[in-house]
């Protein structure tokens, strides 16, 4: 096998992990987002999505991981939209409202 083809074997396998990664753990990061939303007095929470790709378009760190998009109801009772930016395993999670 020479080096180019080689070398896109390794690049399409890295590829594939990466997207079977983010799919695989994406319900995780709605479930954690959901969580800290409660913990920090928010009911009705609806995780509309998250982002893995470029959280800090969404409002988040740079140092995030994910940003997860969700409507839920804050302590007065008013609906308002929040970003719940997640970080890695030893980073908690950040809750922005819009």
Not at 6 to 29: D, E, G, K, P
Request: charged share 15%.
């Amino acid at each position: 096998m020479d080096d180019s083809k080689f070398t896109f074997f390794v690049l399409l396998i890295l590829i594939i992990l990466l997207v079977s990664i983010t799919f695989l753990t994406s319900s995780h990061y709605e479930t954690r987002a959901s969580i800290a939303a409660t913990n920090q007095d928010y009911s009705d929470v609806q995780v509309s999505s998250c982002h893995y790709f470029f959280s800090d378009w969404y409002g988040c760190s740079p140092s995030d991981g994910w940003a997860c998009k969700a409507k839920a109801k804050n302590s007065n009772g008013q609906n308002v939209d929040i970003t719940v930016c997640t970080g890695w395993v030893l980073k908690g999670s950040t809750i922005r409202t819009n």
